[in-house]
């Protein structure tokens, strides 16, 4: 069993930025996959960023340039650095982690991006 803990949302105005953190509690970090995903209300979950253990990483295209995910290995955390934040990046943002079929997930943490 993987806890993910996020951290690191608030409430920002447009043009913002926030930096998320999530900590997870696993001696193989670095076999995960970590991602950040997002859900708005009303709407699906939606995947928001990846990176494998190579640091490749996966952007949805609406994020692109926009948002950053970063991992270190040696603190087992993973980082999603958003700026230029706009209005329909308000969501709950969660933390999940990866490996083969297995998929943890954090509680989530509210970003909400003021007009």
């Known amino acids: 069993q993987v806890q993910l803990v996020e951290s690191g949302g608030g409430l920002v105005q447009a043009g913002g930025s926030l930096r998320l953190s999530c900590a997870a509690s696993?001696?193989?970090?670095?076999?995960?996959?970590m991602g950040w995903y997002r859900q708005a209300p009303g709407k699906q979950r939606e995947l928001v960023a990846t990176v494998n253990g190579a640091n490749t990483k996966n952007y949805t295209e609406s994020v692109q340039g926009r948002f950053t995910i970063s991992r270190d290995n040696t603190k087992n955390m993973s980082y999603l650095e958003m700026n230029s934040l706009k209005t329909d990046d308000t969501a709950v943002y969660y933390c999940?982690?990866?490996?083969?079929?297995?998929?943890?997930w954090g509680q989530g943490t509210q970003v909400t991006v003021s007009s």
């Open positions: 696993t001696s193989l970090f670095g076999l995960y996959t």
């Open positions: 999940s982690a990866r490996f083969h079929a297995t998929t943890y």
